[in-house]
């Protein structure tokens, strides 16, 4: 019986038994696959697919299934989640055509997360992670972002696809074998054919492996590197047929191979290819021919090889290998016995020895293109003649070799047997640990039956791996469980066996599956001995039991009961015989869980349990496993594992004391006679483990069983249950005279495993028991771990450890107790670590001295196991001791690190595991620890386990951070100080730039009935914010909108006919419709960037409605009716602006493809010009350059004009600057001057080649590129052509031509590198003014020397057509230069005979030029604007309110009065462009009195004398300027102006005027006010196009400006509006911030106030943004650091995250601030804080935490009476954390006035409250503290200064009662060392923690007997370091005198 329940004891239980079927094979039959639709016809899938193997299957069907089984394979895999520590499987199965991916775990049900078909049979499938990073050294791969990505292998391709959605198809050279993900990418064997064996002449073998590193990487070969025996090591291809791989792991990144010739495997390291072995391989190319004696030893083996495939006589294969073998070892060449073991020798020459004789030049697929035809007969020559070297001559060039990228580096090849077995390949390799974490890689040899294990651990240098020897264990199957670090083995007799590493656990026991009987085995291969006569199971088993032990070849010594351990087998085994089941392999191990495959076919998946299930245990066994030689820890563990593990094994709460048992024994104390582990009580399930004789039934009653329960934990809880006391029981007295005899004899035995190791394992438990005190929520593991200790350390004769632990649990550790003798001989076995300290090491203490200001020995810690406890003392070095370099280096001088002896290596250590990043804006102390604690992963939800004395420190660190973060901490910085706000912030910044918080989703339901007006997707909410006094946005939509027909209001006169009021209305009709064509330009401004695309869904384009209706009775009113003219393709150009303005709603941060853009392509041909318009728009917010380019040649050879000039300038703006060289091709087709002379005429149409022409200047904006800018100078001048070409519209393509000119020579000025014999600025004056046309030599071609039949110009310079872009050129170049010289050129004339041969237009751009040079002398005040006007000018020009006017002979008043006009605007022009953007309030006052003069103008009566076109022109221009200024802001009074001139549609108005007055509107609401314009040289260049101040007459007109430019103000489009949004509500609102100006020349560093959301001023112009108090928590954007990061929140629809603070509301809410919680307390602040009521609570906070703590604990009830005291502690306590914004403090107040009043009550029965309390005390006024308090004056206090003082009296009064009723007599007999009573252990327990009193054991150090006066003992006790308070208290005591002090 004995023996039964010994081998229960070393059996294992395995749990969770599940029978397995692979979820795709059920998923496969009901997808849709032509397979199994013809399985289907023949049967009922029902039947087909039944689980259970052969049974219930047709005959006929037989075939078909067994044939699918073969098919169908599948792998698992851990599944990991980001989220939470499930632990799941996935599974990847193949069959057929099909793969399926499927993942669940045992909480999840299964489910297919993806299934692929492909075309062919897969012939593998498998995951394989890619890097993607460019950087491919070695070292990106550790921190490289990868590519997770399933592969799936077919005969001629291989597919793979991305977890992102990414599809790769990569085509196979060659036939593949095998593939093997890696660590890099994929590595790929080639399978070899039989045709490659040559017989003949030696010839190059080829590469049989090969890698790809990325899908879209090159296939190419592998490197070998191995040492030869002479020492040098070679590098070549691996060309060896023979070596196969059998194994590949990615971490350590090793590879496995066979070579199956000489039946050895190797070991190699995977890794890069250095460079010199690359050209070591790539130089062998180079030579030519081969070594000599490579080609007959070459040929020889392969002869040989192929004599050994195979057809070898059948009888005896053997022999007949051998003999081959033998030969071929004696006949060679010596080179072959040189050779590694798998390498062949033939060194890889170039691939141009390639079979294919090297003519073919080698690119793609034809590289390895090995099928036969193409081998071309070459000589056969052996001897090197030169002409068989020669072929390396005639090698077509472009036959660059493929450079290799991984190479294969020997490690280890197994030791060469006597016994070749001929098929002993590994059919099974896996890496498994040991408990203690030592390596092994193991792999399976079928044919043996072996499991060979090698061991192998790093180098100390962590460059290699270094392999020990060989271990073998019989087995048939094996798999690692990689979970608890063991390996399953299934041996040859059909048992399961746990081994870890090489030791055996034991056997494993499948509840539900009969363990293997010996009588069926027949069934089973097994070792031959003539066991079947035997017919009784004893012997039997013992014979097995001697097999066993013969096999066990272990290393390690065998454990003590190893001959018990393969006893007997189950005795009950014999009733499973009849089953004849059994198991048949292992499989799928993942994780601890593994599936057996059973005889019949059907499948089990198994659980294995883990090490230990409870924390406290896990902990335990880590520092124990830590401390003790590996051996050891190994047998500790594993005989722990089988104890835990038994069947029937422990539940959560009896597993340690099933531990402690287990330990102790081991230890070699006898458990079952020590009292207090003899009555663990195992909650009935009486492991087999426990002595048997508990469990013996008995019926009679004894003695025992009465002691049994008075020494229960049971009876003691009754003892001290209220109920007792009431009912006045007294208490029960315990016989101890049991425990008396049974303390006589108990010893230590010192023979067992553990014994010698008893004080290191007590030290390490000490300390595993400090770091348990840090966690507040392992209280009751505190309990369990101290009754251990207090044991050990009795019997280990401890005393300053009993006293210690005596001081934190007064009441579990008796004075008194049994102890274990140790033999005085033994003690000299015991081994005394150096570490061991006679003064326990305890971490309050610690804290506590530090606090003091006193010296302190380093606290030890191990490592990963006490992590709190190394943070703790980490944090309070930094902090307290203010020792900045503590957390920077191994702190050595704080922590003293525990280690073994020597042996263990440093990388066990976990050198720099925290390493602290200077964080550059990390100030203070404060900063410094909480940076520090973030980096290290520390979070509040570990702050909260802290205690929270231990935490004061830390969370006043916080506290500090929490009111001036820095705005770039990390994510994590910002949870930890309890800023959302800022962790959000931190967390958008990472997101990709998608949807952000503000995307208004759906339009609301109103605007989906009525026609859409392209308007809907606007942000409402952020614009009701922004404008919430008014409706002007609604107002804006009504102007801008162009899908609804406009309202004709004409009056029938009389005297008119019906048919001629119809054309009335129609001529009414289309003047409205000029304005109706001009809209949309101003609509794409106000939508600007407001929209994210479905990208299921085309774009909404609004329709253009040029319909109109008369009221009264709404008839419509149409232009195609045919009574009026209307001009041809009038709406062509409104259409493409209508494609734009819907196109740029689309935000640059959309998902856009190229399909996508290529499916809006409209069906109607009408619809052509608004899709041009949209691929424009498209390219301007960056989304062209995801167009294909095969699509963009598809569109421009459609010869559609305006589709050409879309897509133009939309690629060219999308490439800006970028000098791209394929888009420079695109555009120079279709600018002739681009082309070469000699190239065929291409018909360009004239349009085309300006957008071409403005396109070359995008592209090359800012380059100063030499052979661009010099076309373009000669392109200003460009003459007519003799025919028609180049005549009409000349002015708008040498318009353009200047302003590319500009853009490419932007902002560089006099430094144009290079350009010097150009001459570019005096050939610009010469355009600019006139005079004779120099030719430049070769610029033109032939035909410009003949003059234009049409156009007579002669060779003097058209100055109309070439002046605007000469003079924007040269604006441009010289932009902000403040160049005088060239300013001057630009000053209008000031003489009357000159002023008439200029342009009064041209004068504008002249002043506008010269003011854009000179940026900094333009002043935002009408004088500096008049300033700019010549004198001449300035005295004659009339003043228009005059009614006659002067006359003059010499006087040109015309001509005065125009140039006054125009100048004016050019200045006021160039006012806009200095202050685009800023609001500046001078600037918009000085415009708007000048736009409120040219109003009047208009309406004098002597307009016409300047002409109504000019002033309309410069009305335009000055409203256009006003806009910039105000851009974004939706100012109203400029929105007013916008209004009334929108109502003007008569006389002069045409559509170009509609088109500036709109376009100023759109700028004003830039965006829906998100947008505003920045003034950078890009920013000004595009804004000169897009506001060039020439209008078109009417819509079709491009004589002077292609209307297309006019969309380029979105390059000056920048975002600057920032939104506070509440990080609670996730909602926009109001918040008041602070900016500061740096200074500049016109002003000093000043600061400005706004209310966001609103435009930020540009950020170049800034030095710091700050969210003001009081209402939110303070936060500080410095953009002195750079101003990438409000860069990016800007551009992310500038989401700033506020949070209100405490007790505050918003300003929605409560405007003026006078609602808020604190201004009413503040109003009545009174004496009486109890005024405050909880109900108020809510307006203060939303933690609903602080919400139910009101309610329940706050609340006043019926009948409260002594309860009412309590309430009006906890409200106030509660009032002070909300307003002081210390919520966190809460728990603290309350745990401190708990523990005073339990105190009261003496009811402390454990002092680790009163240890906080004191710790907190002595945090408040310690030094540092005090003096962060001078620092910082204003600060908020932390704790409440009242609630400290009483805290400490009453504690204080509490003990001096206790001290004078009776306790002296206590503390007096503790110090004398007599023996006091046990009623007051607690409270001295209290005394002596509180006042720190040292422990008996140093006072007679100080030798207290005959100290007289208290001056004497204050002197005696100064070196142990007692305050003086506790001092006063015992001196009563001390100096003999009875009566005490107290103060």
């Not at 005959?59 to 632990?87: A, F, M, N, P």
């Not at 156009?1351 to 604006?1371: F, M, R």
């Amino acid at each position: 019986m004995s023996n039964f329940s010994e081998e229960r004891a070393t059996m294992i239980a395995a749990g969770d038994l599940q029978e397995f079927v692979p979820f795709g094979r059920d998923h496969c039959k009901h997808h849709p696959n032509a397979l199994n639709l013809q399985l289907r016809q023949l049967q009922p899938a029902s039947e087909l697919w039944s689980s259970d193997g052969a049974a219930g299957l047709v005959g006929s069907l037989q075939e078909v299934t067994i044939h699918e089984k073969q098919k169908e394979s599948w792998q698992l895999r851990r599944g990991g989640s980001e989220i939470g520590e499930v632990d799941y499987d996935e599974e990847l199965y193949v069959a057929g055509n099909m793969v399926i991916w499927s993942k669940g775990s045992k909480s999840q049900a299964l489910a297919v997360y993806k299934a692929f078909t492909v075309d062919s049979p897969v012939q593998q499938a498998l995951w394989c992670d890619f890097i993607i990073s460019q950087d491919k050294s070695e070292k990106a791969y550790s921190s490289a972002e990868v590519e997770k990505c399933i592969c799936i292998l077919q005969s001629s391709c291989i597919n793979m696809h991305s977890i992102e959605g990414k599809d790769y198809i990569a085509s196979l050279p060659f036939q593949v074998a095998n593939v093997w993900p890696t660590k890099y990418g994929l590595l790929f064997e080639r399978s070899s054919s039989s045709h490659e064996v040559p017989l003949g002449p030696p010839r190059e073998p080829l590469p049989t492996m090969f890698s790809m590193l990325h899908p879209l990487d090159e296939i190419t070969p592998l490197v070998c590197k191995s040492g030869s025996l002479f020492g040098s090591s070679r590098v070549q291809y691996v060309v060896d047929h023979a070596m196969k791989i059998v194994f590949l792991s990615t971490d350590p990144s090793i590879v496995m191979t066979y070579d199956t010739v000489q039946c050895l495997h190797s070991v190699w390291v995977l890794r890069r290819v250095k460079a010199e072995e690359e050209n070591a391989v790539l130089k062998f190319s180079e030579q030519g021919g081969t070594p000599q004696n490579v080609a007959p030893s070459s040929s020889l083996t392969a002869n040989l090889r192929s004599l050994s495939k195979g057809d070898s006589p059948v009888t005896s294969p053997f022999q007949n290998y051998s003999s081959i073998h033998s030969q071929s070892r004696s006949t060679s060449s010596p080179s072959l016995h040189s050779r590694s073991p798998s390498i062949s020798n033939m060194a890889a020459l170039s691939r141009a020895h390639s079979p294919a004789s090297g003519v073919q030049s080698f690119t793609g697929v034809q590289r390895f293109n090995l099928s036969s035809h193409n081998q071309s007969p070459r000589r056969h020559s052996i001897s090197h003649s030169p002409d068989s070297n020669s072929n390396s001559s005639f090698l077509a060039p472009e036959t660059e070799p493929i450079v290799p990228e991984l190479c294969i580096d020997h490690l280890w090849t197994e030791a060469i047997t006597n016994i070749r077995e001929k098929n002993s390949q590994a059919s099974k390799v896996f890496i498994t640990s040991d408990l203690c974490g030592q390596k092994f890689l193991c792999f399976l040899v079928e044919s043996q039956l072996q499991l060979r294990c090698v061991k192998f651990q790093e180098s100390n240098d962590k460059t290699q791996l270094i392999f020990g020897s060989i271990t073998n264990i019989q087995a048939k199957d094996a798999a690692p469980v990689e979970k608890i670090d063991t390996m399953l083995v299934l041996e040859s007799s059909g048992n399961l066996v746990l081994y870890t590493g090489v030791v055996r656990v034991g056997k494993v026991f499948i509840p539900g599956l009969p363990a293997p009987s010996l009588t069926m085995s027949n069934a089973m291969p097994r070792p031959s001995t003539p066991l079947d006569s035997v017919s009784t199971p004893t012997p039997l088993s013992k014979l097995l039991g001697s097999l066993d032990e013969v096999v066990l070849l272990s290393p390690v010594p065998e454990l003590r009961d190893s001959s018990k351990l393969h006893d007997s087998l189950y005795n009950e085994d014999c009733t499973f015989q009849q089953l004849g089941t059994y198991i048949h392999s292992i499989r799928d191990p993942v994780r601890n869980r593994v599936t057996l495959e059973l005889s019949n076919g059907s499948m089990v998946r198994i659980t294995l349990p883990e090490i230990a299930t409870s924390e406290l245990v896990q902990t335990c066994l880590q520092a124990i496993k830590f401390i003790l030689p590996k051996e050891i820890a190994v047998q500790m563990l594993v005989k722990w594992y089988s104890v835990h593990s038994a069947p029937g094994g422990p539940s959560y709460h009896s597993e340690w004391n099933l531990f402690v048992i287990c330990l102790m024994n081991m230890m070699g104390y006898n458990t079952d006679r020590l009292a207090w582990t003899r009555n663990f009580d195992f909650e009935g399930s009486l492991s087999p483990v426990i002595a048997p004789k508990k469990a013996r039934p008995s019926e009679t009653g004894s003695d025992e069983d009465w002691e049994y329960l008075l020494n229960s934990d049971y009876h003691q809880k009754v003892e001290s249950h209220l109920l007792n006391r009431s009912l006045c029981l007294s208490p029960l007295e315990v016989s101890q005279i049991k425990d008396e005899d049974l303390s006589q004899n108990l010893s230590l035995d010192s023979s067992t495993l553990l014994f010698s190791h008893i004080p290191a394992m007590f030290f390490v438990l000490h300390l595993v028991y400090e770091e348990l005190k840090l966690n507040t929520l392992m209280g009751e593991g505190i309990h369990s771990l101290v009754d251990l200790l207090v044991q050990l350390a009795r019997d280990l004769k401890l005393e300053p450890y009993l006293d210690h632990y005596y001081r934190d649990y007064p009441t579990l550790v008796r004075t008194t107790g049994q102890v274990c003798t140790i033999d005085q001989g033994q003690t000299g076995f015991m081994h005394h670590p150096p570490f061991f300290t006679s003064e326990p090491p305890s971490i309050y203490q610690w804290v506590s001295s530090c606090l003091k200001g006193e010296e302190m020995p380093p606290y030890p810690y191990l490592p990963g196991i006490c992590e709190r406890s190394r943070l703790v003392v980490l944090s309070i070095a930094l902090y307290i001791l203010g020792d900045e370099s503590s957390v920077c280096e191994e702190s050595s001088h704080y922590l003293s690190r525990i280690t073994l002896a020597p042996q263990k290596s440093q990388a066990e250590q976990e050198e720099n595991r925290f390493s602290f990043r200077h964080s550059p804006s990390v100030s203070s102390l404060a900063e410094r620890l909480v940076v520090w604690m973030a980096n290290v992963g520390f979070t509040l939800r570990d702050l909260e386990t802290l205690p929270f004395g231990i935490a004061l420190p830390i969370r006043d660190a916080i506290y500090h951070c929490r009111e001036q973060p820095a705005a770039d901490w990390p994510e994590a910085v910002c949870l930890l100080i309890g800023r959302q706000d800022l962790s959000k912030q931190a967390c958008e910044g990472n997101l990709p730039k998608g949807k952000s918080v503000l995307s208004s989703d759906v339009p609301s339901g109103t605007e989906t009935e009525e026609e859409d007006d392209g308007m809907n997707d606007m942000n409402q909410e952020v614009m009701s914010l922004i404008w919430s006094e008014d409706l002007r946005v609604q107002d804006v939509r009504r102007l801008l909108q162009s899908a609804h027909p406009v309202r004709v209001n004409v009056v029938q006169y009389p005297e008119l006919s019906d048919h001629e009021f119809i054309e009335e209305k129609e001529n009414r009709l289309l003047q409205l419709c000029q304005r109706t064509m001009a809209l949309p330009v101003g609509r794409g401004m106000f939508t600007l960037f407001s929209y994210h695309p479905v990208p299921t869904e085309p774009l909404p384009i609004p329709k253009l409605n040029l319909t109109g209706r008369a009221p009264p009775r709404n008839t419509t009113v149409d232009l195609n009716s045919g009574n009026i003219d209307v001009p041809p393709n009038m709406t062509s150009w409104a259409s493409f602006h209508n494609g734009v303005a819907a196109g740029l709603k689309i935000a640059p941060a959309s998902q856009i493809d190229s399909a996508w853009i290529v499916y809006n392509k409209p069906k109607h041909a009408e619809l052509a010009n608004e899709y041009a318009g949209f691929l424009m728009a498209l390219g301007l917010n960056g989304h062209l350059t995801k167009l294909a380019t095969l699509n963009i040649h598809d569109y421009l050879t459609k010869g559609h004009e305006m589709t050409s000039i879309g897509l133009l300038l939309g690629v060219s703006a999308a490439k800006l600057g970028t000098m791209d060289m394929s888009i420079t091709r695109l555009l120079s087709i279709h600018i002739p001057a681009l082309l070469p002379p000699t190239s065929t005429e291409l018909d360009v149409p004239h349009n085309v080649q300006v957008a071409a022409v403005v396109g070359i200047g995008l592209v090359y904006q800012g380059t100063a590129h030499r052979h661009t800018a010099e076309v373009l100078l000669a392109e200003i001048g460009r003459p007519p052509g003799p025919e028609m070409e180049y005549c009409t519209d000349r002015e708008s393509y040498s318009l353009a031509a200047g302003l590319a000119l500009g853009m490419v020579c932007l902002g560089h000025g006099s430094n144009l590198i290079g350009m010097s014999d150009l001459n570019v600025p005096e050939q610009l004056y010469q355009y600019m003014v006139g005079g004779h046309r120099r030719f430049q030599a070769g610029m033109h071609r032939e035909k410009h020397k003949s003059p234009s039949y049409q156009i007579k110009e002669g060779d003097t310079i058209n100055v109309d057509v070439t002046c605007p872009g000469a003079t924007l050129a040269l604006a441009m170049i010289y932009l902000k230069t403040n160049n005088r010289s060239i300013a001057d050129w630009l000053r209008a004339p000031d003489t009357m005979y000159l002023l008439d041969f200029v342009k009064p237009e041209f004068l504008l751009l002249r002043t506008l030029a010269r003011c854009l040079i000179l940026w900094d002398d333009i002043l935002p005040n009408s004088k500096w604007v008049d300033s700019n006007v010549p004198q001449i000018i300035r005295e004659n020009s009339i003043s228009l309110s005059e009614i006659e006017l002067p006359c003059s002979e010499d006087l040109n008043l015309e001509t005065l009065s125009q140039a006054h006009v125009y100048i004016i605007a050019g200045a006021c022009l160039s006012l806009g462009f200095r202050f685009a953007g800023s609001e500046n309030l001078s600037a918009f006052n000085c415009l708007h009195k000048f736009a409120k003069d040219f109003m009047t103008y208009l309406s004098a009566p002597n307009a016409s004398v300047t002409g109504p076109y000019n002033l309309e022109t410069c009305l335009s221009v000055v409203l256009l300027s006003l806009a910039m200024v105000m851009a974004g802001s939706g100012n109203l009074k400029v929105l007013q102006l916008c209004r009334f001139l929108h109502m003007k549609t008569g006389g002069e108005m045409n559509y170009g005027f509609h088109l500036a007055h709109h376009m100023a509107l759109g700028i004003l609401f830039l965006g829906g006010g998100r947008y505003s314009l920045s003034t950078s040289n890009s920013s000004i260049a595009a804004l000169l196009c897009a506001l060039y101040p020439h209008f078109p007459a009417h819509s079709t007109d491009n004589r002077y400006h292609l209307q297309a430019l006019r969309h380029l103000y979105v390059l000056a489009a920048e975002p600057r509006l920032l939104v506070p949004v509440d990080v609670d509500t996730n909602t926009p609102c109001y918040a008041l911030l602070e900016v500061t100006y740096k200074g500049t020349q016109w002003y000093e560093q000043t600061k400005e106030e706004l209310m966001a959301p609103t435009l930020l001023p540009e950020l170049h112009l800034l030095k710091q943004i700050k969210v003001k108090g009081p209402r939110y928590w303070e936060l500080l954007i410095d953009l002195s650091k750079g101003t990438q990061h409000l860069k990016s929140i800007l551009s992310k629809d500038g989401v700033l995250y506020v949070k209100l603070r405490a007790g505050q509301l918003s300003y929605k809410d409560d405007p003026m601030g006078w609602q808020s919680l604190l201004a009413q307390t503040v109003a009545n602040r009174n004496s009486e804080a109890r005024a405050f009521k909880p109900e108020t609570i809510s307006a203060f906070t939303s933690d609903p935490a602080l919400l139910s703590f009101a309610e329940y604990f706050c609340k006043p009830t019926v009948n409260m009476g002594q309860k009412q005291e309590l309430l009006d502690l906890f409200s106030s306590v509660l009032y002070e954390c909300v307003t002081q914004e210390t919520p966190e403090m809460l728990p603290a107040y309350i745990a401190m006035d708990q523990a005073v009043r339990r105190l009261g009550r003496r009811e402390m029965s454990e002092t680790s409250e009163l240890w906080q309390i004191k710790l907190v005390l002595e945090f408040f006024s310690s030094r540092s503290h005090q003096e962060r308090l001078q620092t910082h004056p204003k600060r908020g206090l932390f704790m409440n200064s009242e609630f400290l003082p009483v805290v400490k009296c009453s504690i204080d009064n509490t003990l001096d009662q206790w001290l004078q009723a009776g306790g002296d007599v206590c503390v007096h007999a503790y110090l004398s060392g007599q023996p006091w009573e046990e009623s007051q252990l607690s409270m001295l327990a209290c005394f002596l923690v509180y006042h720190s009193v040292p422990a008996p054991r140093h006072l007679p150090s100080v030798g207290l007997e005959g100290s007289t006066s208290f001056a004497e003992l204050l002197f005696k006790f100064k070196q142990l370091k007692m305050p003086v308070r506790a001092l006063l208290r015992l001196a009563p005591l001390l100096l003999g005198n009875p009566q005490p002090m107290v103060m």
